[in-house]
Nanobody
Framework: QVQLVESGGGLVQAGGSLKLSCAASGITFEINDMGWYRQCPGKQRELVASITRGGDTNYKDTVKGRFTISRDNAKNTVYLQMNSLKPEDTAVYYC????????????WGQGTQATVSS
């Protein structure tokens, strides 16, 4: 059974930092892309950052320079270091992993809340 377990969310003041982790288990194939999405109330889920197995990264424009995504392939774990947090970063953050041909297989974590107070 595939499980993605997220941790690291919480409440922080503006300008502070949080580090999210997501550990995937029960996956028998290599994970291609790993990513973090977020969803604010009443809004669509959006991509925050993604990383390929080889380490190529992609970021939402508004988090560039503040967030850093990384992964440990041996542990099937992806991280999101979030610095200089702003109230508009408040959201539920979800990790996502993709595998298989053309990344057609996708799994999601349960979400972790990150709240940034002003």
């Amino acid at each position: 059974q595939v499980q993605l377990v997220e941790s690291g969310g919480g409440l922080v003041q503006a300008g502070g930092s949080l580090k999210l982790s997501c550990a995937a288990s029960g996956i028998t194939f290599e994970i291609n892309d790993m990513g973090w999405y977020r969803q604010c109330p009443g809004k669509q889920r959006e991509l925050v950052a993604s990383i390929t197995r080889g380490g190529d990264t992609n970021y939402k424009d508004t988090v560039k320079g503040r967030f850093t995504i990384s992964r440990d392939n041996a542990k099937n774990t992806v991280y999101l270091q979030m610095n200089s947090l702003k109230p508009e970063d408040t959201a539920v953050y979800y990790c996502n992993v993709r595998l298989g041909p053309r990344n057609l297989i996708s799994y999601w974590g349960q979400g972790t809340q990150a709240t940034v107070s002003s």
